[in-house]
């Protein structure tokens, strides 16, 4: 049992110095998580649902609606209301903010690439399988054996 715990805790860890130190370069570049996970969706995709987009950002649906305020105050996103259905908005990322977006995602992409020196590209995916084995195990069994 010691030893499950010990592990929890590095996973914990882990993860959050990750999350911390992705942030903080982010952060540097003028984006929020957030801000940089909904712009890299909406730059994959035509159009979002403002209920979607809370999901890809892992944002609550009271957060959502700041930061894509935020965002549309900063030329990246604008909203639409559904022509059919009035309840729907569709988030779309403009000219400015696709452009803005591809900047920063070059510069990420030599922060990230320094960040992870320390693994060969052989462990990189060998690491990449056990992490994905693990997740859907988790999401099989719920956790449990």
């Given at each position: 049992?010691?030893?499950?715990?010990?592990?929890?805790?590095?996973?914990?860890?882990?993860?959050?110095?990750?999350?911390?130190?992705?942030?903080?370069?982010?952060?540097?570049?003028?984006?929020?998580?957030?801000?940089?996970?909904?712009?890299?969706?909406?730059?994959?995709?035509?159009?979002?649902?403002?209920?979607?987009?809370?999901?890809?950002a892992l944002i609550t649906?009271?957060?959502?609606?700041?930061?894509?305020?935020?965002?549309?105050?900063?030329?990246?996103?604008?909203?639409?209301?559904?022509?059919?259905?009035?309840?729907?908005?569709?988030?779309?990322?403009?000219?400015?903010?696709?452009?803005?977006?591809?900047?920063?995602?070059?510069?990420?992409?030599?922060?990230?690439?320094?960040?992870?020196?320390?693994?060969?590209?052989?462990?990189?995916?060998?690491?990449?399988?056990?992490?994905?084995?693990?997740?859907?195990?988790?999401?099989?069994?719920?956790?449990?054996?």
């Amino acid at each position: 049992m010691d030893i499950d715990i010990k592990l929890m805790v590095e996973l914990n860890e882990t993860s959050y110095a990750i999350l911390e130190n992705i942030t903080k370069n982010l952060a540097e570049l003028g984006l929020t998580l957030s801000e940089f996970l909904i712009l890299k969706h909406l730059d994959q995709n035509k159009k979002e649902s403002v209920q979607k987009i809370g999901s890809v950002a892992l944002i609550t649906s009271g957060t959502i609606t700041f930061v894509l305020k935020k965002m549309e105050t900063r030329g990246y996103v604008s909203k639409v209301q559904d022509q059919k259905d009035k309840r729907i908005f569709w988030v779309k990322i403009t000219n400015s903010g696709r452009k803005r977006f591809r900047q920063i995602f070059k510069t990420h992409l030599i922060y990230l690439d320094g960040f992870l020196l320390c693994f060969t590209k052989q462990e990189k995916r060998e690491f990449i399988e056990r992490l994905a084995w693990f997740k859907n195990k988790l999401k099989d069994s719920g956790g449990h054996k």
